[in-house]
């Protein structure tokens, strides 16, 4: 989301402060120029780099992605004036170390192509704030990359990197880094560099651990670290207070640290398909939780006061082993959306009591309880079953 409003923000303040119009097309812009800014030729099946290009001296927004390009010529160095620069879902092989000239670059976006690496010299664009090289063949970064001390987003996944490229550590202002989909399996102490970082996303690089110098980037708001091989996470991973986004699902984890009930502004926690057994009784702490998937795990039962968790609105706790949920359940007057479905629900007392005060909600599946399970649920009116 604050990639998605940075990238927005940049153009807004970009386009609007500029007294020129938006282009759309070379045959447009050509007739004056000197007063073109800005210029958008996506998908438009151009082949070539058009070399007509240079002749707008004073070019600061170019879009051309989403073409058949496969080469970006050594003249690139001419559009000395470029602030933003797209060439994203092309053909291009390589980059040519001229662009490394274009100093006032503050956007590069050269995503879904085919860069096996970048230039040499490319931390000489030192006014770059965000780069995005997905979905690429990287399987490093050059040295002068550490150079670019005004970067802010970096967006690196889906590529080939087999070790994590500890040169980005050096980028210390960096906020958002996304760098999953790649084969390394391990993420360095380094990490702990990232002092202001606020967004990590590192889902399936088949990580088995973290470092402790992890949770040392107590600016981390959301982070996502599915579909790895995580078993175990960081004793002191609570020290993350700010975080409020976490995503878990699809690793090997069996149980949470006792200090996981301090992520008191954790929002969204998906942490469905692993071997969590049970949860710290000081989950309950986790009192701005709204969403909470526990999907396929070995749990068989919940923390007694975990109807402490009264901003929750959607619960989903398939494929598990629990008998019953705790009395405090019915303190969950927010709650509207409950699946329970594969458990081994029991029609007892304790679970009558637990379903009866909530104001609302909708089961979306019990078919795989007991039938007398279902007869129960099915009294009560404030109960809802739904898809």
Do not use: W
């Not at 980005?168 to 202001?196: A, Q, R």
């Not at 469905?272 to 000081?282: A, G, R, T």
């Not at 309950?284 to 909470?292: D, G, K, V």
């Not at 494929?319 to 329970?340: A, G, R, V």
């Amino acid at each position: 989301m604050k990639r998605t409003i940075f990238f927005f923000v940049f153009i807004i303040n970009f386009v609007f402060a500029q007294e020129s119009q938006v282009f759309y097309s070379l045959h447009d812009a050509l007739k004056d120029p000197e007063k073109v800014h800005t210029l958008h030729l996506r998908n438009q099946d151009i082949k070539e780099f058009p070399k007509q290009l240079f002749k707008f001296p004073n070019l600061m927004y170019l879009d051309i992605s989403d073409n058949q390009i496969q080469e970006i010529p050594k003249k690139i160095k001419k559009l000395k004036n470029l602030r933003f620069l797209a060439i994203s879902k092309n053909n291009i092989s390589t980059l040519p170390e001229e662009i490394c000239e274009l100093v006032h670059l503050e956007v590069l976006l050269i995503q879904e192509n085919k860069l096996s690496a970048l230039p040499t010299n490319f931390g000489n664009l030192a006014s770059l704030k965000k780069i995005n090289c997905a979905h690429n063949s990287l399987s490093g970064l050059p040295n002068s990359f550490g150079k670019l001390t005004n970067l802010r987003d970096v967006i690196l996944h889906s590529n080939t990197f087999t070790e994590f490229p500890e040169v980005i550590c050096n980028n210390k202002l960096v906020t958002n880094l996304s760098i999953g989909n790649n084969s390394f399996h391990s993420l360095p102490e380094l990490l702990s560099e990232f002092i202001f970082l606020e967004e990590l996303e590192v889902q399936n690089c088949n990580l088995q651990t973290l470092p402790n110098a992890f949770c040392n980037l107590q600016r981390l708001v959301h982070i996502d670290l599915s579909n790895n091989s995580i078993i175990k996470l960081p004793d002191n991973f609570g020290n993350l207070q700010n975080l409020e986004i976490l995503n878990l699902n699809n690793n090997n984890i069996t149980n949470l640290p006792d200090s996981f009930g301090n992520l008191e502004a954790l929002t969204f926690l998906y942490i469905s398909n692993n071997n969590i057994e049970f949860l710290p009784e000081d989950f309950s702490n986790l009192i701005h939780l709204e969403t909470l998937l526990l999907n396929e795990n070995k749990l068989q039962k919940l923390p007694k006061n975990f109807g402490n968790l009264k901003s929750l609105l959607e619960f989903q706790i398939n494929d598990n082993m629990l008998l019953e949920l705790p009395n405090s359940f019915n303190l969950l007057q927010n709650l509207y959306k409950l699946t329970i479905d594969y458990n081994l629900f029991i029609a007892s007392a304790i679970m009558i009591e637990s379903m009866s005060n909530l104001v609302k909600i909708t089961i979306t599946d019990i078919s795989s309880n007991s039938e007398k399970m279902k007869e129960v649920l099915e009294m009560f009116p404030n109960i809802n079953f739904g898809l």
